[in-house]
């Protein structure tokens, strides 16, 4: 089926002389496909960004088309049809119960996970967030560092095989630097919500310990 989805798109620039930026006429439309149904791998639209405008610009505009479907999925669902998808893909998120939990729980730092490594499927990751307490701004900065995070480590990946002899020296240790800053900034937040949990629940006149007993996981 992937193959057969690539052969379409490679088909269907070749029939509309399609090329450089112009692509994102092709993979605009194709990505929020994608982002909906999920048809085929996020992957092949990033391949062939690589392919018409090499390693930097093709991760560049793979982050930026990413975002923007994933940012018009959400809001479809939402708003418009989170009945309908909830109808068609309630027994896969069954499946993904325990990150539905962590949605509620951890917020935009699941989402930036989630994005990150291919656990589960863009249009999932897009309707759980839609149907969880999370705001449309934080999700629309966990969707842009997730999907930063997700096309930086791809480029990383790919780039020695798409690309033999590329200098990814510099790519990786970025890398490396932006993840140790989201992990210290993950561990503030976790560090500042317990602290706020265990002041509230002093003030209501229940010990931290009996009050951890009692918080929902």
Not at 41 to 47: A, G, K, Q
């Amino acid at each position: 089926m992937g193959e057969f989805i690539s052969d379409g798109i490679d088909w269907l620039l070749e029939v509309t002389s399609l090329d450089g930026y112009g692509i994102l006429l092709v993979t605009l439309p194709l990505a929020v496909i994608q982002g909906l149904l999920g048809f085929f791998p996020f992957t092949t639209l990033i391949l062939l960004y690589i392919s018409a405008l090499g390693l930097e610009a093709g991760l560049v505009m793979s982050w930026l088309t990413g975002t923007f479907a994933s940012v018009v999925i959400f809001y479809l669902f939402r708003y418009f049809i989170s009945g309908w998808v909830d109808r068609k893909l309630s027994k896969r998120i069954q499946r993904y119960e325990k990150w539905q939990n962590s949605f509620q729980r951890y917020g935009i730092w699941a989402i930036i996970f989630l994005r990150t490594l291919p656990i589960m499927p863009n249009n999932l990751i897009s309707f759980m967030s839609s149907v969880s307490r999370i705001g449309s701004v934080s999700y629309i900065w966990s969707s842009l560092l997730g999907n930063l995070s997700h096309i930086w480590l791809f480029g990383i990946i790919s780039s020695t095989i798409l690309m033999p002899g590329t200098d990814i020296k510099w790519l990786t240790i970025t890398y490396i630097i932006f993840c140790l800053v989201l992990l210290i900034l993950f561990a503030i937040v976790q560090y500042r919500t317990k602290r706020k949990e265990s002041h509230t629940l002093v003030n209501s006149g229940v010990s931290p310990i009996q009050g951890e007993k009692n918080l929902p996981l």
